[in-house]
């Protein structure tokens, strides 16, 4: 007796995630574009804290991660199927974007590099990388269920879930800078 192997077919994205996932990516876009409008140099450059990051501090950040995290997404395509993600929830990541509570310092890789001195020139990076994910999450039949990141034990519709919810967070924390005290007016 012998085995016989064979690969079963990918099963792409539901209707349901491919709508939840083009919906969020869709929504922090437009929102990050909106929070950054009519922002001066003062505005752009200022700091709550020595701690704290500027606005172009946080866009400087999303220009930095957001395409690690594409370049991790795309390489967990390359891994063999039947990756065994952690047990938490879609939802899970989702909320990720919204609970401001809990703060965690970025990996050095990912923090802002002082490279970016116009917002109109990062925030254009990071729509063209956005369109690209869109253009991806719109049109792909990829199984991203069954693949998944080792290093966070998500599978890769949740990583990308993740990705759209990561702008998510820093635009809150946009609108955290806006609302300190002694933001400048102009």
Same mark, same amino acid.
């Given at each position: 007796?012998?085995?016989?192997?064979? @690969?079963?077919? @990918?099963?792409?994205?539901?209707?349901?995630?491919?709508?939840?996932?083009?919906?969020?990516?869709?929504?922090?876009?437009?929102?990050? +574009?909106?929070?950054?409008?009519? !922002?001066?140099?003062?505005?752009?450059?200022?700091?709550?804290?020595?701690?704290?990051? *500027?606005?172009?501090?946080?866009?400087?950040?999303?220009?930095?991660?957001?395409?690690?995290?594409?370049?991790?997404?795309?390489?967990? !395509?390359?891994?063999?199927?039947?990756?065994?993600?952690?047990? =938490?929830?879609?939802?899970?990541? !989702?909320?990720?974007?919204?609970?401001?509570?809990?703060?965690?310092?970025?990996?050095?890789?990912?923090?802002?590099?002082?490279?970016?001195?116009?917002?109109?020139?990062? !925030?254009?990076?990071?729509?063209?990388?956005?369109?690209?994910?869109?253009?991806? @999450?719109?049109?792909?039949?990829?199984?991203?269920? +069954?693949?998944?990141?080792?290093? *966070?034990?998500?599978?890769?519709?949740?990583?990308?879930?993740?990705? *759209? =919810?990561?702008?998510?967070?820093?635009?809150?924390?946009?609108?955290?800078?806006?609302? =300190?005290?002694?933001?400048?007016?102009?």
């Amino acid at each position: 007796m012998f085995a016989c192997a064979f @690969a079963l077919p @990918a099963e792409p994205m539901t209707k349901l995630e491919r709508e939840r996932l083009v919906a969020h990516f869709e929504m922090t876009g437009r929102w990050l +574009s909106q929070e950054l409008a009519g !922002l001066s140099q003062a505005q752009l450059a200022w700091r709550p804290s020595q701690e704290k990051w *500027s606005i172009l501090e946080v866009l400087d950040h999303l220009t930095v991660a957001e395409p690690q995290y594409w370049q991790w997404l795309q390489e967990g !395509l390359k891994e063999p199927a039947g990756f065994a993600r952690g047990d =938490s929830p879609d939802e899970g990541f !989702l909320w990720y974007g919204i609970d401001r509570t809990e703060r965690n310092k970025t990996a050095g890789a990912r923090e802002p590099k002082g490279q970016l001195t116009d917002a109109a020139d990062g !925030l254009k990076k990071f729509q063209k990388l956005r369109g690209a994910m869109l253009d991806y @999450a719109r049109s792909t039949n990829d199984d991203l269920r +069954s693949h998944g990141v080792q290093k *966070s034990k998500t599978d890769l519709y949740q990583w990308f879930l993740m990705i *759209s =919810s990561h702008s998510q967070r820093h635009i809150l924390q946009i609108q955290e800078i806006k609302a =300190s005290p002694g933001y400048p007016k102009k």
